[in-house]
């Protein structure tokens, strides 16, 4: 499916009803790494169909806002990772082990006591509810393997690359299955190699290249600084992104809005394309398309307007939910105002190549 010059989405969650969820709870811990059922709202059997309703009202917000590549919202996911994490065989999440989160406080997680295997696709049910409820480009996420990894208790391979690959094995399968559904773009989560650059270094990087080995769809990797609600102060540049120029993965999430990114460091990506992040998630106040537009354009002089596509910062999850409805249409009016001025030819705007 073709997209216009500086396409706009999501990196993946949206905000959940407080009718489906306890916003509340959810807001007042970590993100869970095994399930966290008690979050719920709804009762258990009822819950598949209530989640269906929220994903199919964040696939409409989406169409309203005006985005041209769309998600699921992540409306079914307690987390980002844990629904996939805890799908797999090999790891007991009904007894917990216990890993530092990247703010270095101890969470409960997934205890790896066997091979790590994927003995059925996690997402492909969730990709064709999509594909069914719209018609524009969609993409589907997925926890990368590397964070996984530092997302577990390891009580079986006994060391951390090892079981980093056992994840990537999974990750490519669930890939693969999700591009043969359908899906038009898959990102990849990996937060941990920002907030873990030596071990990024030392074996994260090939599990992530190993779980895109022999994929040819539209692939992206999603490197954050954490959730700004729960994750408050933002370093001054990445610890972990130039690594990322030699793996075959085809676009790359940053986040810029927040932060006031350096974006010298694009100079080292340019063969990629850049999702970059223009909303800031500190604050729920929507910014006007006119900051929006110029956060984007800082951009231009590293990255010509084809090779990026424009989001948030990260997911909006823990925004409410008028927030991140009126973050999304300025973010899809900041770039109809960008397009414009290049059909234009407006000053600071690069013609696309």
């Not at 489906?20 to 598949?48: G, T």
């Not at 929220?54 to 409409?60: C, D, G, K, P, S």
């Not at 809005?257 to 063969?271: E, R």
């Amino acid at each position: 499916m073709s997209a216009p010059v500086l396409p706009t989405s999501l990196v993946g969650s949206y905000a959940q009803p407080d009718w489906l969820i306890d916003r509340a709870r959810l807001a007042d811990r970590f993100p869970p790494r095994v399930r966290a059922k008690e979050l719920w709202r709804v009762a258990p059997e009822l819950l598949a169909q209530a989640q269906d309703d929220a994903t199919l009202l964040a696939v409409r917000a989406q169409e309203r806002a005006g985005l041209d590549i769309l998600t699921d919202g992540e409306i079914r996911r307690e987390s980002y990772s844990n629904h996939f994490a805890t799908a797999l065989e090999g790891v007991d999440v009904d007894n917990p082990g216990t890993a530092l989160d990247r703010s270095g406080h101890p969470n409960p997680v997934p205890r790896i006591t066997g091979p790590i295997s994927r003995p059925a696709p996690i997402e492909v049910d969730d990709l064709h509810f999509l594909r069914a409820a719209t018609d524009r480009t969609i993409k589907m996420t997925v926890p990368g393997p590397f964070t996984m990894s530092q997302q577990a208790q390891d009580d079986h391979y006994g060391d951390p690359g090892a079981a980093a690959m056992a994840y990537a094995a999974a990750v490519n399968a669930e890939i693969r299955d999700l591009f043969a559904a359908g899906a038009d773009v898959v990102q990849i989560d990996e937060p941990y190699m920002q907030a873990r650059p030596d071990a990024a270094r030392a074996y994260g990087l090939d599990a992530l290249n190993a779980a895109l080995d022999g994929v040819t769809g539209t692939t992206a990797v999603h490197i954050c600084f954490g959730y700004a609600a729960i994750i408050h102060e933002r370093p001054e540049g990445y610890s972990f992104l130039p690594e990322l120029a030699g793996s075959p993965v085809k676009q790359i999430s940053i986040e810029t809005a927040q932060s006031g990114l350096d974006l010298g460091v694009l100079s080292d990506l340019t063969d990629k394309t850049i999702i970059l992040g223009v909303l800031d998630l500190s604050d729920p106040a929507v910014e006007s398309p006119g900051v929006v537009a110029g956060r984007a354009r800082r951009a231009f002089d590293r990255i010509p307007p084809e090779q990026l596509v424009l989001a948030p910062d990260c997911g909006l999850k823990y925004l409410p939910r008028e927030s991140a409805f009126g973050k999304m249409r300025s973010l899809a009016d900041a770039a109809k105002r960008l397009r414009a001025e290049i059909r234009s030819g407006g000053e600071g705007v690069p013609t696309p190549r």
